[in-house]
């Protein structure tokens, strides 16, 4: 990757610090600026020489080159955030992103397993050894707590507490909340808590000081990378028949879907979440009326157009 600027190196630094962003936040943000200073540069220009004209010109750079709307939008994102930060800091008198109209990006319903079909992938898990029992706690607190593969992997033994029904999850920008654990998510940590189950993976000496308190471990005795998980969770989900369908962030979907469907307050599956803005909840709203409207037409005797009689 092209190295950056003093500016935007210092426009990073200010992210993580200043704004607490998760290390894979600014990450995206560094591929987005390396982009868009290699695209300067081939025309001679720098961070403080950038007209509104350039950033339209990138835009439309960008969607020549085959970029996805949505990835268009995250670039523009970062563009702002960096020219903005410049005037901030008096590194710029003008924001030549400030007249620009980001693009439009077709909004996606996240599309939610049905509750047959969730019950369907727990009971692809079989087997009461140690692989078993994990991945069977995985995907229940997968589901039943909607956790981010990235909390669900940094979960530290001490950020449970089972007898309360309750953990402990850090989520973007390391921001902290108290999640409950169901009857059904307890009982499967608890078996892979219990003997024969995280036991028999642990290591006669840890490789790394936070392995000894991971939650979840792999087969070789280290904590479960994201990367791990994810497979664990295709995995069951193609035993279970859902293919390509099956992610986890499908399982956090159908988590907030699923709640919604039987009638929780959008502001409790908000917290729950862990989502800043009551606006990222409301999507699922949107996902369980389309369940409503099936339903309804399956249902009712005058939903649909019947034949003459």
């Known amino acids: 990757m092209p190295a950056l600027t003093r500016q935007a190196e210092e426009f990073l630094s200010w992210l993580a610090v200043e704004r607490g962003r998760a290390a894979n936040t600014v990450s995206a943000y560094r591929r987005d600026l390396a982009a868009y200073e290699e695209f300067l540069r081939g025309r001679g220009l720098t961070l403080a020489t950038v007209t509104e004209a350039v950033v339209e010109d990138y835009i ?19 563009v702002r955030a960096v020219h ?17 109209g980001a693009p439009r990006v077709p909004q996606g319903l996240p599309k939610a397993l049905s509750e047959d079909e969730v019950e369907r992938l727990l009971a692809a898990v079989v087997g009461d050894d140690a692989v078993a029992r994990r991945d069977r706690a995985i995907l229940e607190l997968l589901y039943g707590g909607g956790l981010r593969i990235s909390e669900l992997c940094g979960l530290s033994l ?6 309360a029904g309750v953990l402990r999850a850090f989520g973007k920008g390391s921001k902290e909340r108290v999640v409950p654990v169901g009857r059904l998510a307890r009982e499967a940590l608890e078996a892979w808590l219990g003997r024969g189950g995280r036991a028999a993976m ?9 392995d000894a308190e991971a939650v979840f471990l792999n087969q070789r005795g280290g904590r479960l990378s994201r990367q791990g998980a994810w497979a ?11 293919a390509e369908r099956l992610t986890p962030h499908v399982l956090r979907h159908s988590c907030a879907t699923h709640m919604l469907d039987h009638g929780a307050d959008i502001r409790v599956v908000q ?32 939903a649909r157009i019947r034949g003459s009689r």
């Not at 001490?158 to 007898?163: G, N, R, S, T, V």
């Not at 009551?278 to 949107?286: D, K, L, N, P, W």
């Open 271 to 302: 917290e729950l979440l862990g989502h800043a803005s009551i606006a990222t909840t409301q999507v699922y709203t949107r996902v369980s009326s389309e369940r409503l409207r099936e339903v309804y037409d399956q249902a009712h005797p005058r």
């Open 232 to 242: 664990i969770v295709r995995r069951y989900g193609d035993r279970a028949g859902l």
């Open 60 to 78: 439309a750079f960008l969607r020549a080159a085959g970029r996805k709307p949505a990835s268009v939008a995250r670039a523009l994102v970062a």
């Open 202 to 210: 642990a290591p006669d000496r840890w490789a790394r000081r936070g």
């Open 158 to 163: 001490p950020d449970l507490d089972l007898e």
């Open 84 to 100: 903005r930060f410049l005037v901030d800091e008096g590194g710029a008198t003008d924001d030549p992103t400030d007249r620009v």
